[in-house]
T-cell receptor, first 111, second 115 residues
Framework: GESVGLHLPTLSVQEGDNSIINCAYS??????FIWYKQESGKGPQFIID?????DKRQGQRVTVLLNKTVKHLSLQIAATQPGDSAVYFC??????????FGTGTSLTVIP | DTGVSQDPRHKITKRGQNVTFRCDPI?????LYWYRQTLGQGPEFLTY????????KSRLLSDRFSAERPKGSFSTLEIQRTEQGDSAMYLC?????????????FGEGSRLTVL
């Protein structure tokens, strides 16, 4: 099966600082990637996506970078807020239409 | 609320019993997914439907698990003869099925506890 992994299981940042969450994937044929945010007791919530023909995509306070050479994905959150505290997952779309998720990084924002 | 809804939100059962979860996707979405998530892990793919057809099944889905989407709208996931290892959050997601995007919209999940 696919293998999607995250480099750091936990990340603590000061409120107002920028956060960077990293993700490695193994399937070079994956064509679409999504970052999800999951708060305790809730389902994953879409943050931002990127197709494999792009290397950068920006949203509101979030940026996703894709490096296909090293099969690496990152999520940058600008001016991190307490409400950003959650677990973040990257997901890649496999050769079918299923998505494979990484283990997740727990982000804690320190007020 | 027009998001993905799941029922029940919580289910406690004894080992050996059967349980069934229901998922109502976003109405115009033709793809529906089931995932399982255990504490501290990312969601694991179980199966997905395009309309009423079950197109992919994970090897995680043992023969005790069965999923249906009879009319291409809501879906059910049944677990027969539950085991303690089945305790997890069962997540349903739907998507519009575009190859350009295909963003999954998740429900809040059904948490199963097997005693």
């Amino acid at each position: 099966g696919e293998s999607v992994g995250l480099h750091l299981p936990t990340l603590s940042v000061q409120e107002g600082d920028n956060s960077i969450i990293n993700c490695a994937y193994s399937n070079s044929a994956s064509d679409y990637f999504i970052w999800y945010k999951q708060e305790s007791g809730k389902g994953p919530q879409f943050i931002i996506d990127i197709r494999s023909n792009m290397d950068k995509r920006q949203g509101q306070r979030v940026t996703v970078l894709l490096n296909k050479t090293v099969k690496h994905l990152s999520l940058q959150i600008a001016a991190t807020q307490p409400g950003d505290s959650a677990v973040y997952f990257c997901a890649e779309r496999g050769s079918g239409n299923q998505f494979y998720f990484g283990t997740g990084t727990s982000l804690t924002v320190i007020p | 609320d027009t998001g993905v809804s799941q029922d029940p939100r919580h289910k406690i059962t004894k080992r050996g019993q059967n349980v069934t979860f229901r998922c109502d996707p976003i109405s115009e979405h033709n793809r529906l997914y089931w995932y399982r998530q255990t504490l501290g892990q990312g969601p694991e793919f179980l199966t997905y439907f395009q309309n009423e057809a079950q197109l992919e099944k994970s090897r995680l889905l043992s023969d005790r698990f069965s999923a249906e989407r009879p009319k291409g709208s809501f879906s059910t996931l049944e677990i027969q003869r539950t085991e303690q290892g089945d305790s997890a959050m069962y997540l349903c997601a739907s998507s519009a099925g575009s190859r350009d995007t295909g963003e999954l919209f998740f429900g809040e999940g059904s948490r199963l506890t097997v005693l």
